[in-house]
């Protein structure tokens, strides 16, 4: 058994003499993820690890540290001026339908380059970027070359930061074992290319602050996190949509109101097939056609985010017209393979 995997099992779970539980410093984080992606400790040890990380609840300095372990594994793509990294999560939409694919295609048919970091659902979860992405004949890359080449010629790309790795491989598999979302499904969101502008998406809760302190740590200077719909990047279209931006004049909350912006509707977009990725597809495509409805709604807000990301205004009612524009013109759709 790991003798100093075990001290830190013992230090975040609360030690056998009865003290209570200690976070870790960024330091020990790292060690301790650099040491589980070299392969070391028995997968009982990493389950016990994960789950008292879990019950304790991460801090910044935690996720930082793990993200920099994780890092130092990863060649990450080069990116063109303006790109803006859509970095996900693997547990997806189970209830709604997932439409921020469109808000991607959206978004690059108005001139944003995109960057899409998306994997395949975790066991038992919902539909994710990835999943959609797949389904319509996309490739997700596992190294950064053929990402990079992708972007650059056609401004759109996705691929998954940590395929090419097996440590991390063997540590989503024993959170998949699991069946709770842990540390690794976390830190993969924070493995965006050093200094990049990246949208993320995060559940409801207090953890807004937490998460834009982790990406400030990593060194990112512009930054949003959004707690879209079941986690997703959908932003609601019926209430307030919470956030987080991170930008060089510091953090400050977004509050991001339909209604503002001439998109409130009645309902959030509904599910209107049982088979989660049918229901999916569907509302992308009647979105994509620009048929005025919550799916169309909901796609524009979330393509608003990206180009008020980018830099190409600071005005969300005219970023809304430019992703309208980009889907009435077709741009949009000539980003994705349905």
């Known amino acids: 058994m790991d003798k100093e995997l075990r001290r830190l099992i013992q230090k975040v779970g609360g030690a056998v003499a009865g003290s209570g539980a200690r976070h870790l410093d960024t330091d020990e984080s790292e060690a301790a993820f650099r040491h589980l992606l070299q392969g070391a400790g028995e997968e009982i040890q990493i389950a016990a690890f994960f789950v008292a990380l879990r019950s304790k609840g991460t801090t910044a300095d935690e996720l930082t540290g793990a993200a920099l372990a994780a890092r130092s594994r990863i060649e990450f793509p ?28 959206a978004a690059v048919g108005a001139g944003v380059p995109v960057l899409l970091q998306a994997s395949p659902h975790a066991s038992g979860s919902g539909v994710t970027m990835g999943d959609l992405w797949k389904k319509m004949g996309g490739q997700i890359h596992a190294s950064a070359s053929p990402a990079a080449n992708e972007l650059a010629q056609n401004s759109l790309a ?9 440590g991390w491989t063997r540590l989503l598999r024993i959170e998949n074992e699991l069946g709770l979302r842990c540390a690794p499904d976390v830190v993969s969101k924070l493995l965006a290319p050093s200094g990049s502008r990246v949208i993320v998406p995060s559940r409801l809760g207090p953890v807004l602050g937490m998460a834009s302190d982790a990406y400030a740590n990593l060194g990112h200077q512009t930054c949003l996190i959004v707690q879209g719909l079941e986690g997703s990047l959908d932003p609601s279209v019926t209430g307030m949509t919470r956030g987080m931006l991170l930008e060089e004049e510091g953090k400050s909350p977004l509050r991001l109101q339909p209604d503002d912006l001439g998109l409130g509707e009645l309902e959030e977009p509904p599910a209107l097939d049982s088979d989660r990725m049918l229901a999916s597809e569907t509302a992308c495509r009647k979105a994509l056609a620009g048929a005025e409805g919550p799916e169309l709604s909901c796609a524009l807000l979330g393509a608003a985010l990206l180009i008020r990301l980018s830099g190409q205004t600071r005005d969300l009612a005219s970023a809304v017209g430019m992703a309208r524009e980009s889907i009435e013109s077709g741009s949009a759709e000539k980003k994705l393979c349905f």
């Open 158 to 166: 996705c691929w998954q930061p940590t395929a090419a790795d097996e």
């Open 78 to 105: 080069l990116l063109p001026e303006g790109t803006v990294v859509v970095s996900t999560s693997r547990m997806g939409r189970r209830s709604g339908p997932l439409l921020s694919v469109v808000s991607v295609a």
